[in-house]
């Protein structure tokens, strides 16, 4: 390490992930240790070791506080930009009681109070343009922090915030025309909060609200933004999304009653929506090129879109145990896809969607009329309960899409062996215009493509 050049060691200390390394690297050369005080980007974890250890009386002693770590690192570094502090994923999952002794007490991992954090923020933020606190929820879930009223008094130039797992106040929040990305993760806040960040984050480009809790009739209304994802954890009886200039919306929630959406931009959509809303109000979507549909009940929430002539990429998913509705009417089928989406040039059907076209198909069949004269490409995701009954389906529906080259099937990973290759080698024989691709999926795993499609 000694022979690289200063510029390249401290661009070396900069990529590192846990700053514990940096604190080897202190010892392990006075190069190294000079120029460590001088890195930008501090990444500073409590794992779930450091956590045991901490709690076990054997080794308890020996642990350095984690909050004396986190000042020590931060108040000795002088050309600070970006800041990671967190507690490791695992440590969410512990309970309250901990072999008697109750975690909720203590702050000891309580990374958002602002007594913590004002020891040291004020004297840092000159330089910082990011900022990351994972807190440890246990500690910090039931009392509420004033954090942001802190650092939007310091932090004049900070670019991007992500806080997660805290409980957050308002109070005493400062605009702050800088910041143009904004992170909240298993958050609580009220709709009065959420209307106060609307009103002092007026630069942002970037949202991502994941678990938000607390929110009854929530609304979002930032002019500049550009890519929003929003996880709605409870069931709030609203939800309004009001961004002229969003291009991309990754929305997930159970039923809301009520949906509105101003979104004129929009060219990428991802709905994730148990139930379609009693009312759904929608601009046109005249630019969106990618849609996404995870529902229960995909039928009726098509009918509640507005005209999809733009849309090129089509995936849909339902939850796998489909049953058919006694309305045929609520039965999403292809004759139904291809009006509300007349111009797809990719279709990807994940299982549950694949099951019940499946299923719809057997009952009323493929009917002619309106098909999909520009699809070229269908990825699907196959169960294969009766392996002549997804044959004829299959072949029905090369038969219904035309112009379709290019077909990727994934069988599931439980269908035995020579079902899969008996489906394989009569879809490529009945279909030897198609170029085939083969591969297997299974629950919680990356899906695995076959070589050579056999």
Request: contains cysteine; neutral net charge; aromatic residues 6%.
């Amino acid at each position: 390490m000694d022979v690289l050049p200063s510029s390249l060691q401290l661009e070396i200390l900069n990529r590192l992930n846990d700053s514990t390394d940096l604190a080897r690297c202190r010892i392990a050369s006075k190069t190294l240790n000079n120029l460590s005080y001088d890195v930008r980007s501090l990444n500073i974890l409590c794992s779930f070791d450091r956590y045991l250890k901490s709690r076990a009386p054997e080794t308890q002693s020996q642990i350095t506080p984690f909050k004396l770590i986190v000042k020590k690192l931060l108040l000795n570094s002088r050309n600070l930009e970006s800041i990671s502090i967190r507690v490791e994923d695992s440590l969410r999952e512990i309970s309250d009681d901990d072999d008697g002794y109750h975690l909720s007490e203590s702050d000891d991992l309580y990374l958002t109070v602002v007594d913590f954090v004002s020891e040291w923020l004020p004297k840092i933020a000159v330089r910082l343009k990011s900022i990351s606190i994972v807190d440890f929820w246990i500690q910090s879930c039931w009392r509420g922090s004033k954090i942001l009223s802190l650092i939007s008094s310091c932090c004049n130039h900070l670019v991007e915030l992500e806080l997660k797992n805290a409980w957050l106040s308002v109070e005493g929040l400062k605009p702050m025309m800088m910041l143009t990305n904004l992170t909240l993760e298993f958050i609580r806040l009220d709709d009065k909060d959420l209307d106060k960040v609307n009103e002092c984050f007026p630069s942002l480009r970037v949202l991502n609200l994941i678990g938000v809790g607390g929110l009854n009739e929530p609304k979002i209304h930032f002019l500049h933004l550009k890519t929003c994802q929003w996880t709605v954890s409870n069931v709030p009886l609203s939800l309004t999304i009001n961004t002229p200039n969003l291009m991309e919306l990754k929305l997930k929630c159970v039923k809301p009653r009520t949906l509105i959406l101003n979104a004129p931009l929009l060219s990428s959509l991802h709905l994730s929506i148990e139930k379609a809303s009693e009312i759904f109000e929608v601009e046109k979507f005249l630019n969106l090129k990618y849609l996404q549909i995870e529902s229960s009940d995909i039928c009726n929430l098509i009918k509640l879109l507005p005209e999809c002539n733009a849309v090129e990429k089509l995936v849909l998913d339902s939850p796998k145990r489909v049953e058919l509705k006694s309305d045929v009417r609520d039965n999403v089928n292809f004759e139904k896809l291809t009006s509300a989406f007349p111009n797809v040039r990719s279709l990807v059907l994940r299982p549950g969607a694949w099951s019940e076209l499946e299923l719809c198909f057997l009952v009323e069949g493929l009917k002619s009329g309106n098909n999909w004269k520009r699809l070229k490409q269908l990825t699907a995701h196959l169960v294969v309960p009766n392996l002549e009954t997804t044959r004829y389906f299959l072949s029905s529906l090369l038969g219904f899409c035309t112009t379709l080259s290019d077909v990727a099937m994934l069988v599931h990973h439980d269908v035995a062996s020579d079902v899969t290759r008996r489906l394989i080698s009569s879809c490529m024989g009945d279909c030897p215009r198609i170029r085939w691709k083969w591969g297997m999926w299974k629950e919680g795993q990356e899906d695995a493509w076959l070589s050579d499609g056999i």
